[in-house]
């Protein structure tokens, strides 16, 4: 890339850097200290305002940059991801959003301890949001990493390294001195200036192709080197049967995991109402709809104007076919309007970034300080506050998901965030769901639903190709995988509610009726809710 290019992108990101950095020192200064302030923002933000903030939480730089890069490279299998993000929404909307909304204050954790033990249910669930959040973040770093290896023509891995370096520290400051309210804010902002860029890029790519979408389509295919395949499922995801079961698998994850990301939940208790919450709701999947109809065409765009071969030559996971093809869009290389499209592409691809790790930090942080701290904290020893926990524990969540981006750098960011979702839904959804709605549950249940599917989630992930034993692992000198999917979904997801149901027949301790009928009152009214 030109000078022109890099110093024209690092100018607008340090205007963003600069505008959100003023919001948080501005929050900073009227905060109350006040738990619920850092955690849910005072409960004070409207449908609207939080309806943005969901969308700018979940449109990520696995959104922008990898679903795009998925489908220039791999055509209809790449959609999968733009699919499944989207009809994940509707879980959340019919069985998730207001029943949470009533029956928590902050995290996960305080829906399900409603009416099991709350130590045992704390530790469990506290941990695997805290696992599901690092993963999710690991791929936000390798998005950051891939864009600044583009910016600076690739070469310099030192500056990939402190890119993600810089965006750990941002999201830690964010975190510590905005809380919930700053990161609300960063969101919206975000929310607005990726919808604009996404919709001016896909405008350019239709006129390019003077709307005609089958034009569009069939130069794809023909660029893609696999001819009217490229726009059949099968070239990702086909063939054998192993294959076959990653794309089930993949689904799986997609559709059910959004309804267990701390992140996401954490994000119904910034409002004041379970109603407030379901509007929020549809206005972020009107938002996150639009969105990702848009990056199938950029997808399709990029294989069509710069070419699978050359999305790949730049970066072998796809991770920067959006940035390429602004580039081409605004007139190619060393034009005018080339530089200036790649560099606000390439600036809103860091705000996207940004916003994303703050939120994802922020619950994480408070799943530490709220679930494990107060379960976990012995009485005759110092007390600290929670907010003052949160705050070294985003410092902590910071530090390893540096660590790890380091270490995965080379993977498709969208890809990585399957593996998260994967995880929350084998995880988190079961224990959610089994409390919102089985009479029965009991603490055991809980405690073994969690543990159940978080543990043969991740070992499942340790061993399979995605670690070790193929060149695009994050360990490709050895090979010690013993499970043939990329992605566990389909095993562990199971193996979640089963561990659930096991636990709860073989309990010892009777279900507690009077609390279980206490929170489904409280659930389906909100009497009583926070």
């Known amino acids: 890339m030109t000078g022109d290019h890099q110093t024209l992108a690092l100018v607008l990101f340090s205007v963003f850097v600069a505008v959100t950095l003023a919001i948080t020192t501005w929050v900073s200064r009227h905060r109350h200290g006040s738990a619920e302030e850092f955690y849910a923002g005072g409960r004070l933000f409207s449908p609207l305002e939080n309806g943005f903030a969901i969308a700018g939480d979940y449109m990520s730089a696995a959104s922008f940059l990898g679903i795009s890069g ?47 033990a709350e130590r045992p249910v704390r530790i469990a669930a506290g941990t695997s949001s805290v696992a599901v959040s690092v993963l999710y973040l690991v791929a936000q770093m390798v998005g950051a990493g891939s864009l600044v290896a583009l910016l600076l023509g690739g070469s310099s891995e030192a500056a990939r390294s402190w890119t993600v370096i810089g965006v750990g520290a941002l999201m830690v400051i964010y975190v510590s001195l905005g809380g919930m309210r700053a990161t609300t804010w960063i969101q919206i902002v975000k929310a607005v200036l990726l919808m604009a860029g996404t919709i001016t890029l896909t405008v350019l790519v239709l006129l390019r192709f003077h709307g005609d979408v089958n034009s569009l389509l069939s130069t794809a295919a023909e660029r893609s080197g696999h001819g009217l395949d490229f726009l059949a499922p099968g070239l990702r995801y086909g063939g054998d049967w192993t294959a076959r079961l990653d794309f089930i698998s993949l689904g799986l994850a997609l559709v059910l995991g959004t309804a267990g990301l701390p992140h996401i939940l954490s994000r119904f208790y910034t409002v004041p109402t379970a109603r407030a919450a379901r509007r929020s709701v549809v206005w972020s999947i009107g938002l996150i709809g639009s969105f990702y109809l848009m990056t199938i065409v950029l997808g399709f765009g990029a294989a069509a104007l710069i070419g699978p071969d050359q999305v790949r030559a730049s970066n072998a996971s796809g991770n920067t076919a959006v940035p390429l093809l602004a580039l081409d869009l605004g007139g190619g290389a060393g034009s005018t309007g080339g530089t200036v499209l790649f560099a606000i592409v390439a600036a809103v691809a860091f705000a996207t970034i940004l916003a994303v790790v703050a939120g994802i930090t922020l619950a994480s942080s408070a799943s530490v300080a709220h679930d494990l701290y107060t379960s976990l904290r012995r009485r005759h020893t110092k007390q600290y506050s929670e907010v003052t926990v949160a705050r070294v524990a985003a410092a902590g969540i910071g530090a390893a998901a540096i660590g790890l ?65 193929s060149p695009e692992s994050l360990f490709p000198g050895v090979d010690f995988h013993l499970f043939p999917l990329q992605n566990p979904g389909v095993v562990s997801i199971p193996l979640g509610f089963l561990a659930g149901w096991i636990g709860t027949v073989t309990s010892p301790e009777p279900p507690d009726e009077a609390r279980h009928a206490e929170t489904e009152v409280r659930a389906l009214t909100g009497a009583g809710a926070v």
């Open 70 to 116: 998925l489908i220039a490279l791999y055509g209809y299998d790449g959609m999968l991801y733009s699919v499944g993000f989207l009809v994940a929404w509707l879980v959340v909307l019919l069985l998730v959003a207001e029943l949470v909304r009533n029956c928590g204050r902050f995290t996960l954790a305080d829906v399900v301890a409603a009416r099991m």
């Open 405 to 469: 981006g380091l270490l995965a750098r080379d993977l498709n960011v969208a890809f990585l965030v399957g593996l998260a979702f994967a995880v929350a839904a084998s995880a988190n959804l079961p224990v959610l769901l089994y409390s919102l709605f089985w009479r029965k549950f009991t603490t055991r249940g809980a405690v073994w639903s969690v543990y159940g599917g978080l543990i043969p989630a991740v070992l499942l992930v340790l061993a399979s190709p995605v670690v070790s034993g």
